[in-house]
């Protein structure tokens, strides 16, 4: 499985839940859409309405530090965005990430190549291929590890629901 | 090879014998917790088919997070929460009002050390204080938790963290815990659980290692411990019979990292915006004027904490201009308060006292900042825009007795 899509590049570590999806949303029950129009408002206001179906995030270490709040990958999955590659998530964000079958890419080398050349890079191609864990900037491949274990089970049903589902029977 | 606390709790809570760090394990939870995220729980629970809960003794619920609801939409999630609640026959369910989750649970005896509790809130790392391991999971996660009674779990390596020395006078655990923060950063500990030991733990009463288990969310831990002692034990005395057996670490357990903190070495510290480890001495801030003060919350809103600010305060007025908002933790915390003539001090010097709830912390309600103000707060977390207002606002993270002290000034000082 290959995708291509634009990328994002956040160049900041320890981008938190709160400028991702604002705690002042998180306990009202919004639709899909509501979500989405309010991914990262307070990181980047113009993210929600410039954002494609297909974009791909990067950004620094700790990525999603903060809150359980889950709203923080369902606003970004209900934006189109199909990834975020990041030097290291916080733990609670990288379990909902796969709770929700939304990749969150573990790769130092992608995050720190794409921030230095954030200038030329930002908004550029790159294509991701989680099960092989490479991502390519142009000529520029790096690798990761890939999902594996348990998280594979659970992404691979489509999520915890459908997993849970499952297993419910 | 022994083992690490967080090994000993999950062997227990998956039935095994023991456990290593990397194993992954099904773990069945003493309880989970939730709060008005229920709402959202409950929706996810009936998609993924859900019927009836694994285990209705088991599940916590206490609203906490927008109370009173602030309005109509808030409202009704509570509506839907108390109306699946009697449904299910959910036992242990806690009225808005009754306190904050991390203050309730405890108070209630639901938590015993040795257990896991899992909780759809990132600072259940606080319940470690009692020697239990508290582990934060998201909503869809409490969902299938609610269906199934298990979750999988990696073991995690351990961080060890001495607290050694003495702490000086003035300084509290809060200071402690901003200091070690600062130190090790906010991913400092991700993917990892982390213990608290040394003598400057031990000596410390259980509302101080609350804050410190409490402020370990913000290091990344996946799970904050004390060991249990004396202390432990006379506190749960007061609140449960149930019986327990306490986890210890083993002699030889194997730690991936000692981080050995002498605490003799720090005074009052200050977490300037928007990161909680941008911390310094209050001494090395620099002139910063506030418009809020904020006491209270699940990190800083027991009654040693508002004992701490009201013998900064008593006898004096604080600063025109400043708004001192007081959200003590839960029912009983306010009522000690009240018997005790806090909340008279309080009032007297200017604070406005509230409801015992989470208030502005997260941003929702209670006294949201405007744009361009300053706030000096006892809560958890100084992100930008988390207390609903992300125009040119600042959010100083510091203990109570600093708190109550900038109040009186108008800008941030420490009491000593």
Known sequence: MQFRGRIWILDEDDINTDVIYPGKYTYELFSEEEMASHALEDFDSSFAENVREGDMIVAGGNFGCGSSREQAVTCLKYAGVKAVIAASFARIYYRNAINQAFYPIECPDASRYAREHAKELEKSEISLNPQNGTVAFGEKVFNFSPLTDKALEIFDAGGLVAYTKKKIG | ?416
């Open chain 2, 1 to 416: 090879m022994g083992s690490t606390m967080i090994e000993e709790i999950l062997a227990r809570s998956s039935g095994g014998e023991s456990a290593s760090v990397g194993d992954i394990l099904f773990v069945r939870p003493h309880r989970i917790l939730s709060h008005d995220n229920s709402a959202a729980i409950l929706g996810i629970f009936k998609k993924l088919g859900g019927k009836k809960v694994w285990d209705q003794d088991r599940i916590f619920i206490a609203l906490d997070h927008a109370v009173p609801p602030p309005d109509a939409k808030k409202a009704k999630s509570h509506t839907m929460i108390r109306e699946f609640v009697r449904e299910q026959g959910i036992r242990y369910f806690y009225e808005g009002g009754t306190g904050i989750c991390h203050q309730v649970l405890p108070e209630h005896g639901h938590v015993l050390p040795g257990v896991v509790i899992f909780g759809s809130d990132s600072h259940t790392t606080t319940h470690g204080a009692f020697g239990a391991a508290g582990i934060p999971i998201g909503r869809t996660e409490t969902a299938s938790v609610w269906a199934l009674g298990e979750t999988w779990l990696r073991v995690p390596p351990t961080i060890k963290i001495e607290l050694n020395g003495e702490m000086l006078e003035g300084v509290t655990p809060k200071d402690i815990i901003l200091y070690v923060i600062g130190n090790i950063t906010a991913d400092g500990a991700t993917y990892r659980a982390v213990e608290f030991h040394g003598p400057v733990t031990s000596k410390m009463d259980m509302s101080g290692r609350m804050t410190i288990c409490n402020m370990a969310a913000e290091m990344g831990a996946k799970a904050a411990m004390i060991p249990f002692d004396s202390t432990t034990g006379e506190w749960l005395e007061k609140v449960t019979d149930a019986e327990y057996q306490p986890v210890l670490p083993d002699d030889n357990a194997e730690y991936e990292r000692v981080l050995a903190i002498d605490c003799s070495e720090i005074t009052p510290q200050v977490a300037r915006p928007h990161k909680v480890d941008n911390v310094v001495p209050v001494s090395e801030l620099g002139e910063t004027r506030i418009d809020v003060a904020l006491l209270g919350t699940c990190t800083n809103g027991r009654i040693e904490d508002l004992r701490q600010a009201a013998a900064v305060l008593e006898g004096k007025k604080i600063s025109e201009g400043v708004r001192l908002l007081v959200y003590p933790a839960s029912k009983r915390v306010l009522k000690e308060a009240v018997d005790e003539g806090i909340i008279s001090i309080l009032l007297e010097s200017g604070a406005q006292v509230a409801i015992p709830a989470c208030g502005p912390c997260l941003g929702a309600y209670g006294g949201v900042l405007a744009p361009g103000e300053n706030c000096v707060s006892t809560a958890n977390r100084n992100f930008k825009g988390r207390m609903g207002c992300k125009e040119d606002t600042g959010i100083y993270l510091a203990s109570p007795a600093t708190v109550a002290a900038s109040a009186l000034e108008g800008k941030i000082v420490s009491y000593f």
